[in-house]
């Protein structure tokens, strides 16, 4: 029997559709690259947005065309999410809410390797129950857990072993992991194999001085690079949102940051067009975008999630003015990452390979370099980079 994996969504997800191939080889599955060659689809989905939704529906409706007939299996945020109904939309398709189901070993989540990739992605934690007003997920994802130390170091220990040389920590709220991430950290650089550790997301509120520090004094352990989440650069959208932050403390915490690590790399996240904002907000928002050493800003324009509290929100923003808006943001985003590539160029940085079959490397600072193929064929692990012209963020 052969089976083809689709993963949509965040890196919990690709993490988890690992666990699911894993599964399915150890069953004596064989993996194919293209749908039309298997016999069982798995498709993990996303529900973040609502251009999410219509891309898993466009997706189903494909493969559910194929003339070879597959058995397709639906799961991931999709089928959590209570406002979809995908058996009225596909009838045939097999439905699988708790998604342990299809792993190994449902209460010992370990990876042995990360197909088609020269990183490795592993989820440490899961779930959240924070509630920002515009969010789904916390409807989805509504259970806390997180991964215990004794099996989050024997899983990096082996898939450092297996060559991985930067592995990615990820969660749905990695802030919340139970016993401490600076705690955590601070045990896996212990680990004497040749491996660096990034950290996929974190909210401005959980970065302790101990995370800070650890940065700081372990810099060919620990990649220099933080993606904080602002969201909002308004106090009024902020509040709106259910932020636990206001502007105010954003630049603060952040200008702490920057002086103990001056060379790092800060990446975020800003929604636009968020119910009641204004075009006062707006300004405000990229303002304080501009004033912020944001070296990258990833812009989601504003989507109803249907049961959350800014769903029902009245006083929506036209899709038109939303457009407008990221147009500004984005102009903004784009001098902010020629600025940093610029002061970049000619410094060498420790990198890995980024993907397999790719002529890019990542470096620790988020800096992506072109590689020739000969060149890239005769390194491995962590090796030193210039950053040139051609290199992006």
Not at 13 to 29: A, R, T, V
Not at 31 to 41: F, S, Y
Not at 115 to 143: M, N, T, W
Not at 372 to 389: A, P, Y
Request: aromatic share 8%; glycine share 4%.
């Amino acid at each position: 029997m052969k089976y083809y994996i689709h993963t949509f969504g965040c890196k919990v997800n690709q993490y988890e559709s690992q666990l699911i191939s894993e599964k399915f080889k150890n069953d004596n599955f064989e993996c194919v690259k293209k749908p039309e060659e298997a016999d069982i689809i798995i498709f993990n989905s996303c529900t973040v947005t609502a251009k999410a939704d219509k891309e898993c529906k466009y997706f189903l409706r494909k493969m559910s065309k194929l003339p070879n007939k597959p058995k397709i299996m639906l799961t991931g945020c999709l089928v959590k999410n209570k406002n979809v109904c995908i058996k009225e939309l596909l009838p045939n398709i097999e439905i699988i809410e708790d998604k342990t189901k299809l792993f190994n070993k449902p209460q010992n989540q370990m990876i042995s390797g990360f197909d088609k990739h020269s990183r490795a992605f592993l989820k440490i934690q899961d779930g959240c129950k924070s509630f920002c007003s515009y969010c789904i997920v916390p409807y989805v994802r509504d259970v806390l857990w997180s991964k215990p130390e004794n099996e989050v170091i024997p899983e990096i220990t082996n898939l450092a072993k297996n060559g991985y040389c930067e592995i990615v920590l990820t969660g749905i709220h990695i802030g919340k992991y139970h016993e401490g991430l600076s705690n955590l950290l601070e045990k896996i650089i212990q680990t004497s194999l040749n491996f660096r550790v990034r950290i996929s997301s974190i909210e401005l509120n959980e970065i302790d001085d101990k995370l800070i520090e650890l940065i700081k004094q372990n810099p060919d352990k620990i990649c220099c690079h933080l993606h904080i989440p602002l969201q909002s650069g308004s106090d009024e959208i902020l509040r709106q949102m259910n932020r636990k932050y206001s502007s105010k403390d954003f630049e603060k915490k952040i200008n702490k940051i920057m002086q103990i690590l001056p060379d790092l790399t800060l990446t975020t996240d800003i929604i636009t067009g968020f119910p009641g904002e204004t075009e006062k907000y707006h300004k405000e928002t990229c303002k304080f975008v501009k004033r912020i050493p944001f070296a990258k800003v990833h812009i989601f324009r504003y989507s109803d999630r249907a049961g959350t509290k800014a769903s029902m929100f009245t006083n929506k923003v036209f899709a038109n003015e939303i457009k407008n808006r990221s147009k500004d943001l984005f102009e903004i985003d784009y001098i902010k990452r020629k600025d940093f590539l610029n002061k970049n160029i000619g410094k060498k940085r420790k990198a890995v390979k980024i993907a397999i079959g790719k002529n890019i490397v990542l470096t620790d600072n988020y800096i992506t370099v072109p590689i020739e193929r000969e060149k890239l064929n005769q390194i491995n692990g962590i090796f030193e980079v210039e950053i040139t012209d051609k290199s992006e963020i």
